[in-house]
């Protein structure tokens, strides 16, 4: 197996320019070309960087956590890919794990820190979190970026613009002709939940509609509690015709409560969803999504939580590049 050493010789440059080139040392004056002639030679020496070594020399892990509330939800697949792009980037490895409500949460950052396994966390809210219990589990002074998510008085949280892409999914619905709309809008202390409620206000009231209180139904993130929210929703009268959902995982439980219920979809209720997976495309009727930028989320809250171990100060992001993006399938079509 070649070493550092060799790439270097190979490449013609001097050990230490080739190890900030292979670790994506952007503070470095290396040119394009010479990355390029050291990635080059890497490849063709099939050169394996000692992440183990490099991390006892400095003190560290070699590596990021990635906590999610459910590391089997196919929502942050894009996300962890992003994470891994930029880690990979810094020679670094990634620990993907769900984290519990507190105390037990608490102690779970303190452990994978503590324990040597990780230098610092990138932490997505639970559904079932408020800010009192997100505060209680980042007061383990562990090093944290919060993905997708704000606490009120600390800076370091990377979100996407979720009021575009509600208000993305809502006027894709006004266009077709819509008017009585009704939104499926997450939990009252989910912080995402709040701007993708604003962004649906926002929309309707741009083209002077009205928001009827009986067509808000509050649901979790997942299919039970979407399935939950159609049900109660279907009980309005009149009953709206489009219908905004603020995770995919709840629309596709309110597909399923709306076919047991025999509400047809779209011919009588069109339905729209925040985030794309694969199961919203292979759903029948297809689910038409807003898809978000998880993947660049994912690169730039990496990208954050890696410049504050390394000194820098942690601050607040959004990511707007590239914008939300409406992905039209069957389960939309404009008013009869």
């Known amino acids: 197996m070649a070493s550092l050493q060799e790439v270097a010789e190979a490449a013609g440059v001097s050990k230490s320019v080739a190890s900030r080139a292979l670790t994506g040392d952007k503070q470095a004056r290396i040119s394009e070309a010479t990355r390029e002639r050291v990635r080059l030679a890497a490849e063709r020496l099939q050169y394996v960087p000692n992440h183990r070594s490099r991390a006892l020399r400095f003190a560290k892990s070699g590596a ?118 009704g939104h499926l809008a997450g939990v009252a202390t989910h912080d995402t939940a709040a701007r993708r409620h604003q962004g649906f206000c926002d929309a309707m009231s741009g083209a002077d509609l009205k928001v009827r209180r009986p067509w808000i139904q509050r649901s979790g993130w997942e299919a039970p509690g979407g399935a939950e929210a159609a049900g109660r929703l279907m009980q309005a009268r009149p009953r709206p015709t489009g219908l905004v959902v603020s995770s995919v995982n709840a629309a596709i439980g309110a597909l399923s409560a709306l076919s047991r219920m025999r509400v047809r979809v779209p011919e009588d209720l069109s339905v729209v969803a925040i985030n794309d997976t694969w199961v919203a495309e292979t759903w029948n009727p297809g689910l038409t999504t807003v898809r978000m930028p998880l993947r660049a989320l994912g690169r730039k809250g990496c990208s954050m939580l890696l410049d504050h171990l390394a000194g820098k100060p942690l601050s607040d992001a959004v990511v707007a590049e590239p914008a939300p993006e409406l992905i039209v399938r069957g389960s939309t079509q404009a008013l009869r």
């Open 64 to 181: 990021v956590g990635l906590i999610v509330p459910d590391v089997n939800n196919a929502v942050f697949a894009e996300m962890l890919a992003g994470v891994q792009d930029r880690a990979r980037e810094a020679g670094m490895s990634v620990l993907l794990s769900q984290i519990d409500p507190p105390p037990a949460g608490t102690e779970q950052l303190r452990e994978l820190v503590g324990a040597g396994r990780v230098d610092g966390v990138l932490l997505q809210r639970r559904e079932d979190f408020d800010d009192r219990m997100l505060d209680a589990v980042l007061t383990s002074g562990v090093p944290a970026v919060l993905i997708n998510s704000k606490l009120p008085d600390r800076a370091a949280s990377v979100v996407l613009d979720d009021v575009a892409g509600a208000a993305l999914a809502t006027r894709h619905l006004i266009e077709l002709g819509h008017e009585r709309i």
